[in-house]
C-alpha cells in the first residue's frame, strides 16, 4: 500500500545556545512538593525539568533582541529605546500614546485608577486574576460577558472569546451607560483556555459600545495568537498577514493593557497605551508615582529595545504558525492518550480539565491543584492551577466557584522541543493511569490576595 505523508512544519530558527536542566528522582521531587506546600508556584526552579508555569517572561530572545539588549539607553530621561519603543507600538498596534510599565499589571494599576469610580461596572470576556483585582481596589465591579459556551470545557464554538453581546446589552441597560467606563475585551481569553474572540464580534462590539459612547480597553496580552485563530477560522482573513490582523483588532479598540512577557517575547516589560490624549495626560502623570519616568516607567532602556524588536518579530506569520503548531501538537498528543483537554485547542498551552480527569475529587478538594502537583511528582513538569484556588474570594469572602477547574500546561515561546512536548504528553497519560489511586488537598495558608501565588496546601 503507498503511504502518504503530510508534510511537518519545523520552528523558523535554530538554537545557538542552551540551557543545561538538571534531571530529579521522584524521592527528590515528593521532597520538593512537600516543602512547596503542594504549590507549583513554590517550587525552585532548579527542582522543575520542564517548565509550563507560564509563558509570562519565559520566551527565549532572538540573536537580534539581544544585540539589542547592547544599545540599551540607560537615560532617566528621553532614552532612545522609548523611542523607538513608541514607534514600534504605533507601527505595529497603531495606538497613539504609550506609557510603558514594568508589566502588564501595572498598567491595569494606572489605567483602574483613572477610569474606574467606586460603584462603577467594568463588563469583561472573562476576568483575568491580576486585571480583575485592579478594577476592584479601584471600586469597580467585574461582569463577565463571555459567552456561555466559553463556560464548557468541551465546546467546540470556534470564537470561545466572544463577547455575548445580549449579555451586555442587558448590562447596560440595567446599569446605564455612565456607570459603565469601559468594556475591557481580552484577545486570546487566558483563563477560558487561550480561546479566541472573531473579529465579527469585535466588530459588532464596537458598533454596540459606539451607540452608548463607551469606550473599549484591549487586554493584548497574547493579540498575535489570537490573529493566528482569525486567520486560520475567518475565512475572510485566510490570506491576511497577521500584522494587518493584528491592527483591525487594535482599531476598535481604545487603548491597551500589555504584558509584553507574552506575545512581545520579552522577559520582562508592559505597557498601557491609549487613542485619548486626556487619559494619556493622567497616565502619565501617575506612572511617575507608581512605576518611574513617563519614558521609561519602570523597565531598563534595554528592555525597552528588546521589547520593540519583539513585537516585530511577533507579527511573523511563520512564527506564530510554529507557536501555536506546537501546542496543537501537544494538544492532540495528549488526546491520543485520552487525557480531557479543553476544546479548541487554545493558543498559549493545553489546559486539561481537573474535574473530568479526577472525578472522585469535589471542587473543595482543589482538583486542579491535585492535579498539577502529581504531574510534577511524576515527571518534574511544572504546570499551574486555573481553578477554584485562582479564582479566589469575591468581595463579600466568599470563594468564587468557577466553573472552570483546569490545569495549565503553558507552553513558553521558542523554548521546547518536539520531544519534550512528548515527554508532557506521555507524563499526564501515566498520572492518568493511576487516577483513583490520588486523593485530594486541603489548603493550609491561605495569603488575601491572589492566593494561588503563595497558598500552602496538605494531602488530605
Ligand atoms: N492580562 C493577561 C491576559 C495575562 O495573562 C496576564 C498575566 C496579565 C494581564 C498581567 O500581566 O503578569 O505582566 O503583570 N498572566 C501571567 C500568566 C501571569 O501566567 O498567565 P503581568
Known amino acids: 500500500m503507498k503511504t502518504t505523508y503530510k508534510r511537518s512544519w519545523a520552528e523558523p530558527y535554530k538554537m545557538k545556545m542552551v540551557e543545561l536542566l538538571r534531571m530529579t528522582t521522584r524521592a ?3 521532597k520538593a512538593i512537600r516543602e512547596a506546600g503542594f504549590n507549583t508556584f513554590l517550587l525552585r526552579s532548579e527542582d522543575v525539568y520542564i517548565d509550563l508555569l507560564t509563558d509570562s517572561g519565559t520566551s527565549a530572545m532572538s540573536d537580534h533582541q539581544w544585540a539589542g539588549m547592547m544599545l540599551g539607553d540607560e537615560a532617566y530621561a528621553g532614552s532612545r529605546n522609548f523611542y523607538h519603543l513608541e514607534k514600534s507600538v504605533q507601527d505595529h498596534y497603531g495606538y497613539k500614546y504609550l506609557i510603558p510599565t514594568h508589566q502588564g499589571r501595572g498598567a491595569e494599576h494606572i489605567l483602574s485608577k483613572i477610569l474606574i469610580r467606586p460603584g462603577d461596572v467594568i463588563p469583561g470576556n472573562m476576568y483575568f486574576t491580576t486585571t480583575r483585582l485592579h478594577q476592584e481596589l479601584a471600586g469597580g465591579t467585574f461582569v463577565d460577558v463571555i459567552i456561555e459556551e466559553a463556560h464548557d470545557p468541551q465546546s467546540l464554538h470556534p470564537f470561545k472569546g466572544n463577547v455575548d453581546l445580549d449579555k451586555l446589552e442587558k448590562l447596560i441597560r440595567q446599569h446605564g451607560s455612565e456607570r459603565i467606563p469601559y468594556v475591557c475585551i481580552a484577545t ?12 465579527e464580534n469585535l466588530r459588532e462590539l464596537r458598533a454596540l459600545t459606539q451607540k452608548h ?27 491576511t498577514p497577521i500584522r494587518e490582523i493584528v491592527k483591525e483588532i487594535c482599531s476598535y479598540t481604545d487603548g491597551a493593557t500589555m504584558s ?18 486626556d487619559v494619556f495626560e493622567e497616565a502619565r502623570n501617575m506612572v511617575v508615582v507608581y512605576e518611574g519616568l513617563h ?10 529595545e528588546a521589547m520593540a524588536i519583539g513585537i516585530k518579530e511577533s507579527l511573523d506569520d511563520n512564527h506564530i504558525h510554529a507557536r501555536v503548531g506546537q501546542i496543537e501538537y501537544l494538544g492532540h498528543k495528549m488526546e491520543e492518550f485520552e487525557i480531557p483537554v479543553v476544546h479548541p485547542i487554545g493558543g498559549h498551552g493545553i489546559f486539561v480539565d481537573a474535574r473530568r480527569f479526577l472525578p472522585h475529587l469535589s471542587q473543595d478538594e482543589f482538583p486542579a491543584q491535585t492535579l498539577a502537583a502529581e504531574v510534577y511528582l511524576d515527571s518534574g513538569v511544572r504546570t499551574m492551577e486555573r481553578g477554584i484556588v485562582s479564582a479566589g474570594r469575591k468581595p463579600d469572602g466568599q470563594h468564587y466557584y468557577p466553573k472552570l477547574e483546569l490545569v495549565r500546561f503553558t507552553v513558553p515561546r521558542r523554548v521546547y522541543t518536539q520531544a519534550h512536548m512528548d515527554v ?8 492518568l493511569k493511576r487516577r483513583n489511586r490520588i486523593k485530594g488537598l486541603k489548603m493550609v495558608y491561605e495569603p488575601k490576595y491572589l492566593r494561588f501565588f503563595q497558598a500552602r496546601f496538605e494531602r488530605l
Open 28 to 30: 527528590q521531587r515528593l
Open 188 to 199: 486570546n481569553v487566558n483563563m477560558a483556555g487561550g480561546q479566541p474572540i472573531s473579529m
Open 213 to 239: 459612547g463607551i469606550r473599549i480597553i484591549h487586554d493584548m496580552t497574547r493579540v498575535a495568537e489570537n490573529a493566528y485563530f482569525i486567520q486560520q477560522r475567518e475565512p475572510e482573513f485566510a490570506h
Open 260 to 277: 509584553a512577557k507574552k506575545d512581545a517575547l520579552v522577559n520582562i516589560g508592559g505597557f498601557l497605551a491609549t487613542n485619548e490624549w
Open 295 to 304: 519614558t521609561y516607567g519602570g523597565l531598563a532602556g534595554r528592555d525597552m
Open 424 to 431: 508532557i504528553a506521555e507524563s499526564a497519560a501515566a498520572v
